[in-house]
């Protein structure tokens, strides 16, 4: 760890772990501090919501299973005053259905226990990428148009009929991707390089983001008329307005 990129990368960047296992917290905060985040830790879901209302961090690393105040709970709190936030979910290994259940209330990422540390360091360095700049395969400073719903790469903003919409870090990657990309299929794996940057990964991470995006841009997520099930393949974005 602590090469010269990552460095830059954590320069500046305030991470909240939250965690009530202290073993992990403090193997999570050594790595981080090594590539140069400033890091706070929490032990429980109530003091992670309070660090957070003290002093907004960049990024949340949050544990699913705490007592008393759950993760998921903490990630819909999270959510609902702070779309933006990210937040990187620690689950248990195996257990897809609460990984699923963390990127269902919003969860930006995550990382089964037990993980390596330099995994969870390229998660934290992507996810922060994404947030400081325009995502991949769109102009540096653009706003991409379709009728009503925009998205303005620069400012990292999306509005539908002048609204701004609250989408989080991975929602919006997804959108401009596809706004970027239009009639062209992709696959779920191809859709998990192109726009996450990952090589390997959990398809459930595409299924649950379109789904959570179809339900802030359709005007029926349930007959999309934006984002389209390629079947046998994955997903194509028609545009509604006149190209």
Known sequence: MGGGTSSVIGMGYRVLVVDDDPTVSDVVRRYLEQDGYGVRLARDGMQGLAAVRAERPDLVVLDLMMPGLSGLEVCRRLRADLPDLPIIMLTALGEESDRVLGLEVGADDY?????????????????????????????????????????????????????????????????????????????????????????????????????????????????????????????????????
């Open 111 to 243: 990382v089964t226990k037990p993980f390596s540390p330099r995994e969870l360091m390229l998660r934290v360095r992507s996810v922060l990428r994404r947030v400081a700049g325009p995502p991949a395969g769109a102009p540096a400073t653009a706003t991409l148009t379709d009728g009503e719903l925009t998205a303005d790469t620069a400012r990292r903003i999306a509005r539908l009929g002048g609204a701004p919409l609250a989408l989080t870090a991975r929602e919006f990657d997804l959108l401009t991707f596809l706004l970027t990309h239009p009639g062209q299929a992709w696959s779920r794996a191809q859709l998990l390089e192109k726009v996450w940057g990952w090589q390997f990964g959990d398809d459930s991470t595409v299924t649950v983001h379109v789904r959570r995006l179809r339900e802030k841009i359709e005007k029926d997520p349930a007959e999309p008329g934006r984002i389209l099930t390629v079947w046998g393949v994955g997903y194509r974005y028609e545009p509604v307005a006149p190209r």
